[in-house]
């Protein structure tokens, strides 16, 4: 599918799993929303402080699953590889206007970064 919504989408993922949050946020609305499991985010501002840490920090490489989309609206899955989980699934189903990510309905796979967290407290004396 070429619709400028994916073609966006996969530019935003292209980016941040790339490490470029710079160019990643030149992909989104200002006003941008992002709904994700931790609540609601409102604002670029918002949305780089939330993905900023864990694309720059956490993040060893993203595999994608699937991209679909049209001119509105895209939806890609990936299996994120990170520092405390081999696999974490996730998908963002984005809409976009004007050329712009104007909402993000971030879904990812808690139960990887529980479990790490449960062995890192568990190994502490």
């Not at 974490?88 to 990510?101: F, L, M, Q, S």
Request: glycine share 6%.
């Amino acid at each position: 599918m070429t619709g400028s919504a994916l073609q966006i989408a996969l530019a935003h993922h292209r980016a941040w799993t790339g490490k470029d949050l710079d160019l990643a946020m030149s992909y989104l609305a200002d006003d941008v929303v992002c709904d994700a499991p931790a609540g609601r985010l409102t604002g670029v501002r918002a949305y780089r402080e939330f993905l900023g840490p864990f694309a720059e920090h956490l993040l060893v490489r993203a595999e994608m699953i699937a991209a679909f989309g049209d001119d509105e609206t895209a939806l890609i899955m990936y299996d994120a590889e990170t520092i405390p989980a081999r696999s974490a699934p996730a998908a963002e189903c984005v809409t976009v206007r004007d050329g712009k990510i104007v909402y993000n309905r971030f879904v990812f796979d808690r139960t990887p970064f529980e479990e790490f967290r449960r062995r890192q407290e568990q190994s502490r004396p």
